[in-house]
């Protein structure tokens, strides 16, 4: 094997020299060449021959036995960097064990054997430490309870690798790994032993990138790697430990039974994450985005977000978290976020806490997108001034497929954060679950080995191995941007909560806690025996905090919030939209011709040197034959017309989906390819950059996540999810109920995120005909968001600017077409695009009946309209009115009403859908035709139903049915 003649290669011996493999007659021959000229061989082979003639006779130490160590270069880590020597110059004495060869010690020929067995011994020797490398985690002291069943794999003993009795004394020479040249078997494996099998368990080899490998490597390795704190360092870890603690131990007292999900067991995260937040604004980071599950939140709340403890109290006695006059349904304490500012060290660093609900992973792909989204309107090009931090529970994060989902971000373009921190409190357990139960893989991280993550397991009890675990940790993710996990082993002193009772199911494991000291009361009687405090210090700090939570208990019953916590920051200037038909609600949309035939041209345009598919050429010629005559404007036409017009207007666009660039139907063509090179093409990005299109990862859950996280925190710029099928959001539905739905009544979270969801009845089976409309509808109340399914590209073309326009933001659910992509009856002018016009919340007949002449009024909403249409038309009916109504939610009431007053000789309403009668619209729209009909003062004060019967799938698989039952259901619509 050819050997890295990089000379910043610490370990050449390892990863560069397989000396078994070359054997020693090529060994020898290189000596015999480095011995005439040492040039001559690359400064990995010199060095190595250096040490072996230093050694002088290799059956035994003839100096003594040491590693000669350098003086660090990096001095935020202290690691030794062995690349810094002079290969032969002498090597500073830094411990009692070093030192560097006698000056008479003689420089002699070497033999073969001399070199076969010292090769020998230097690679089983470079084996032994690759074994730790990989293995010595399982050895480590990881479980605080002592009831992890870990034995010491055999493979870490010397003996496994052919060293035993005076084996162990012999000189092995290590050429600079782990910081050391040369050293004993004996002396070697304590120090793996400290490095790899103490309190932090390192899990890096899985990573394929060697500067990655190395960089944790320079942190754990070596005689000088063990933990070490300053004295002022050890106070605040303890002072940390003593706060969290007394928090638990106060509101346990204070409201016996009540639940809180506490961090007992736990409370070394605290200083962990203090530390997190003190590494990364000392790297740069300005903004740390945080997503966590209820265990331990009050405590993060309070003593790391800085929530005023008597809002806390007040929420326990059964206040609000806002002012009474806010509204909404309000959340358990413990689901709750917030905000705040933080400062070490001069470096300010904004916090938030993501608000989140009992789905316990659900949160993470919120914090991304938000991080995404905070990292693109700061101009982070580095992904190093905002980072993303999740915290999570061991059998949440081994066993929901949202985390995966969510890593798998990790690297791809248009959902990359550069590297998110994870941190999991590692129960030892579920809800009742043992791990054995719970899990396939031997530590709940292990999912994350699909980033190739670096994963460093420490023990809960020592609060210095976790914060140093969280340095390492942190300065991996500024340093690679990459993913990094901290696994926390730990308990939970009560249980799931703090009414359960578990040792129900779990005698052994609570039999062990019930006799486990606080985690501060060791840690304190550790710093006493350090000389660091004496016994009053622990006892004072601990009377202070007491005193301070108990003044804050006294005075929570006068606490009042001031104001809610939203409509801040980048929301200023947005609020509520007050009534359901108010102004506010309206919005012209309209564009000047003028400025839509130019951004036209922008965005038409082929450039000289790209070589553009000859379909997409007449597509792109047909769309502006379309322009030209100011008719015949297609969906999407219609769809990239609104987004250069509000891209002009300085308002971003983001658009995702599983085939977004294209289109799912071959329809957008946002992204064009180049038939030569297959280079990428972006037309909208000829209006601005801040048009994002991105073709994602094959996920609903974590893709809708992520972009409702980003609108989140980017309420200026057009935000969509489009499913490749409608009915596709049902991998998301989660998102959709917990937040999209409920966020703002639950958190006073607006967000202007727009669903679009291809929808229609056409024959191609139940999991490409219907996006359930009728869950959206059910989900509708209160004003939270809003329901549309639009037939013409102009009203398309409106809704979508209306978003941006208006000064409120609510969620918006867009049926998409499917069939009405190229149908010849859906287009629209240029003019219906233009001057003072807007969105339709309802659609009058296109054909000229007059309305005294109608007795018989259809209303429809989406793509049946089409079938209505002409069937009527080829029956000739001229008593036959048709009304869409394409906003389904806010529910257009009052021109419903006004429209049908206007109908004086109207006999039978008939509400006419595609779907069947169980699903679809006519459930949530039945009781607002009633209200409609009978507010108008019409003749007819019910509606009739027209449709498919009440089925179990969204829809039938076989063609001739599917014929069968939509001409049924339009003939039923007109005649029955």
Request: contains cysteine.
């Amino acid at each position: 094997m050819a050997l890295d003649d990089n000379p910043t290669d610490p370990q050449p011996l390892l990863e560069g020299l397989a000396i078994d493999n070359v054997g020693a007659g090529f060994i020898e021959a290189m000596y015999r060449k480095y011995d005439k000229n040492p040039g001559s061989v690359g400064s990995d082979w010199q060095r190595y021959f250096e040490g072996l003639e230093q050694m002088g006779d290799t059956s035994g130490p003839s100096w003594q036995r040491g590693s000669w160590p350098v003086t660090a270069t990096d001095e935020r880590t202290a690691a030794l960097d062995p690349t810094q020597m002079t290969p032969g110059a002498a090597k500073p004495k830094t411990n009692g064990t070093a030192s560097s060869p006698p000056a008479s010690a003689d420089k002699r020929q070497i033999t073969a054997e001399d070199i076969r067995r010292a090769a020998t011994d230097s690679l089983n020797a470079m084996m032994l430490i690759r074994t730790y490398r990989v293995r010595g985690h399982l050895a480590a002291d990881l479980d605080p309870l002592g009831l992890a069943k870990r034995e010491t794999p055999v493979e870490l003993t010397p003996e496994h690798h052919g060293f035993s009795g005076a084996d162990l004394h012999r000189v092995v020479y290590l050429g600079g790994v782990m910081g050391i040249e040369a050293t004993t078997v004996a002396e070697l494996v304590p120090i793996l032993q400290s490095n790899y099998c103490g309190h932090v368990g390192t899990e890096y080899m899985h990573i394929n990138d060697r500067t990655e490998r190395r960089f944790i490597q320079q942190r754990v390795e070596g005689r000088d790697t063990a933990i070490s704190f300053t004295p002022e360092g050890k106070k605040a870890i303890l002072n940390k430990l003593i706060e969290a603690e007394e928090f638990e131990s106060f509101l346990g007292r204070k409201y016996v039974g009540t639940k809180r999900f506490g961090l007992d067991g736990g409370e070394a995260l605290v200083p962990a994450l203090e530390s997190i937040i003190k590494i990364g604004g000392a790297n740069g980071a300005k903004e740390i985005v945080i997503g966590m599950a209820h265990r331990g939140r009050l405590n993060v709340l309070a003593n790391v977000m800085q929530k005023p403890f008597q809002a806390i109290f007040h929420e326990f006695a059964g206040g609000s978290s806002n002012p009474e006059d806010v509204g909404g349904s309000g959340d358990v304490k413990y689901h709750l976020g917030t905000s705040t500012d933080r400062e070490f060290d001069g470096n300010e660093v904004h916090l938030s806490l993501t608000p989140n609900p009992s789905h316990l992973e659900a949160v993470n792909p919120v914090v991304l997108g938000k991080t995404r989204a905070a990292q693109q309107i700061r101009g982070d090009t580095t992904r190093d001034e905002v980072v993303p931090l999740l915290l999570h529970g061991d059998a949440a994060f081994a066993m929901q497929g949202v985390v995966a989902e969510c890593l798998g971000f990790s690297g791809v373009e248009g959902y990359n954060t550069g590297g998110c921190i994870h941190f999991i409190i590692n129960n030892q357990i579920g809800f009742t679950t043992s791990p054995q139960f719970g899990r396939s893989s031997p530590y709940p991280s292990d999912m994350g080995k699909i980033v190739q993550a670096p994963i460093f397991h420490v023990n809960g009890d020592d609060p210095e191995a976790v914060t140093f675990a969280t340095k390492v940790a942190t300065e991996f993710r500024t340093r690679f941007n990459r993913d990094v996990i901290i696994d926390m082993w730990c308990y939970r002193r009560f249980g799931h909560n703090e009414g359960d009772e578990p040792s129900f199911t779990q005698p052994l494991m609570y039999k062990s806690i019930r006799k486990k000291k606080k985690v501060s009361v060791m840690y304190a009687e550790r710093l006493r025996d350090e000389n660091i405090i004496d016994d009053k210090w622990a006892k004072s700090q601990t009377e202070a905090f007491t005193n301070m939570l108990q003044e804050s208990f006294d005075a929570a019953p006068g606490y009042k919030p001031n104001k809610a916590d939203w409509f801040e920051g980048r929301w200023v200037g947005l609020g509520l939209p007050g009534g359901e038909e108010g102004d506010r609600r309206a919005a012209i949309t309209g564009v000047p011709e003028d400025k839509l035939r130019e951004l036209f041209g922008k965005i038409s345009a082929v450039p000289d040197s790209f070589s553009i598919h000859k379909t997409l050429k007449r597509v792109m010629d047909a769309r502006a034959k379309a322009i030209d005559t100011a008719e015949g404007i297609d969906w999407a036409t219609a769809e990239s017309l609104a987004f250069a017009s509000l891209l002009d207007e300085d308002y971003g666009v983001r658009l995702s989906g599983q085939d977004s660039g294209r289109g799912t139907f071959s329809q957008r063509h946002a992204v064009w390819t180049d038939q030569t090179d297959a280079s990428k093409y972006v037309p909208l990005k000829m209006i601005s950059e801040n048009f994002k299109v991105y073709d994602s990862p094959l996920s609903e859950y974590g893709v809708l996540g992520f972009e409702y996280g980003y609108a989140l925190t980017d309420p200026k710029s057009l935000v969509m999810w489009e499913a490749q099928f409608g009915d596709f959001a049902n991998g998301a539905q989660i998102m959709i109920d917990q937040f999209i739905a409920s966020g703002e009544a639950k958190w006073l979270r607006s967000n202007g995120l727009v669903m679009l969801l291809p929808h229609g009845y056409e024959g191609q089976g139940p999991e490409h005909s219907s996006a359930r409309p009728e869950r959206f509808l059910q989900l509708c109340a209160e004003d939270n968001m809003q329901v549309a399914n639009c037939t013409t590209p102009e009203n398309y073309f409106h809704i979508l600017r209306r978003q941006m326009h208006r000064d409120f933001r609510k969620p918006l659910v867009i049926m998409t077409p499917k069939s009405l992509l190229r149908h010849k009856a859906a287009t629209s002018t240029l003019a219906e695009l233009s001057g003072d016009t807007h969105f339709k919340r309802i659609i009058s007949d296109r054909t000229e009946i007059a309305d005294k002449d109608v007795k018989r009024l259809i209303l429809c909403s989406g793509k049946v309209y089409y079938d209505l249409a002409e069937r009527r038309d080829e029956m000739g009916l001229k008593d036959t009115a048709i009304v869409r109504i394409e906003q389904l939610y806010p529910f257009p009431l009052e021109p419903l009403i006004i429209r049908l007053k206007r109908m004086k000789n109207l006999e039978t309403v008939v509400w006419a859908q595609e779907e069947p009668k169980n699903q679809g619209y006519w459930f949530f729209t039945e009781h607002y035709v009633e209200r409609a009909l009978q507010g108008a003062k019409v003749k007819p004060q019910r509606p009739v139903y027209a449709g498919r019967g009440p089925a179990a799938a969204p829809a039938t698989g076989i063609a001739s049915r599917h014929a069968a039952q939509q001409k049924q259901l339009v003939e039923d619509a007109l005649t029955a």
